[in-house]
């Protein structure tokens, strides 16, 4: 089964903005100290001018759905995860925009490989957004913790994963530009849970100390 253990903490964020008031351009901003990854992928994802992110929601993947929705992204949840990369395919070939779909790790991005392998066929510029186990457990049999890379390496023309927060939106940048440069196609980024959520929340799940300043 699909882990939802973080979804309480995502659910907090979007009480928190919606109580204040936060919607539209620069909402991020505003809850500084609640800054999250999912916030640097939405914003790269207003950027590149995506209207709707598809999607069946997870905990991975829950703060770049709270970032997007904050900015006023239209997060459209499906009954399958193959169907919300159907679904931004459809978009990718209507709008001339790359469509992009988010789903959890292991069997969430399993389940995409039909849809992936028809966007590639169809020689249409896709963005796969895939949560991950944290980076401190990577390789060690943690939940739904498996082989990505090697899994999508047949079906997209460009792939990657971040290992630091701030790579995270200098890699969608790069996954955008592959999708459409050349012979269009899908193209897959692997985003690890704990580089989504708060630094704090990260550690406190996954027992890692907080780094202390030299002195």
């Known amino acids: 089964p699909r882990t939802r253990t973080p979804a309480p903490e995502a659910?907090?964020?979007?009480?928190?903005?919606?109580?204040?008031?936060?919607?539209?351009?620069?909402?991020?901003?505003?809850?500084?100290?609640?800054?999250?990854?999912?916030?640097?992928?939405?914003?790269?994802?207003?950027?590149?001018?995506?209207?709707?992110?598809?999607?069946?929601?997870?905990?991975?993947?829950?703060?770049?759905?709270?970032?997007?929705?904050?900015?006023?992204?239209?997060?459209?949840?499906?009954?399958?995860?193959?169907?919300?990369?159907?679904?931004?395919?459809?978009?990718?070939?209507?709008?001339?925009?790359?469509?992009?779909?988010?789903?959890?790790?292991?069997?969430?991005?399993?389940?995409?490989?039909?849809?992936?392998?028809?966007?590639?066929?169809?020689?249409?510029?896709v963005v796969l957004l895939g949560g991950a186990t944290a980076t401190v457990l990577k390789g060690r049999g943690s939940l739904q913790d498996i082989d990505q890379q090697a899994l999508m390496a047949p079906h997209v023309k460009w792939q990657g994963s971040a290992r630091r927060v701030r790579e995270l939106a200098p890699l969608l940048e790069t996954a955008f530009a592959m999708a459409r440069e050349g012979v269009p196609g899908p193209v897959f980024l692997e985003c690890p849970v704990d580089l989504l959520y708060p630094e704090t929340t990260a550690r406190e799940w996954y027992g890692v100390a907080a780094r202390t300043p030299k002195p």
């Open 11 to 125: 659910q907090r964020l979007v009480c928190a903005r919606t109580r204040a008031g936060c919607r539209g351009r620069g909402a991020v901003r505003v809850f500084e100290a609640m800054s999250h990854g999912g916030d640097r992928i939405a914003e790269v994802l207003q950027r590149q001018g995506v209207k709707s992110l598809f999607t069946l929601c997870g905990g991975h993947i829950s703060p770049i759905l709270v970032g997007a929705k904050a900015l006023g992204i239209r997060v459209i949840d499906t009954r399958h995860e193959v169907n919300a990369v159907f679904a931004a395919d459809a978009m990718a070939r209507l709008t001339g925009i790359p469509g992009v779909a988010a789903v959890t790790a292991g069997p969430g991005l399993t389940n995409t490989i039909t849809a992936v392998k028809n966007a590639q066929m169809a020689q249409s510029p």
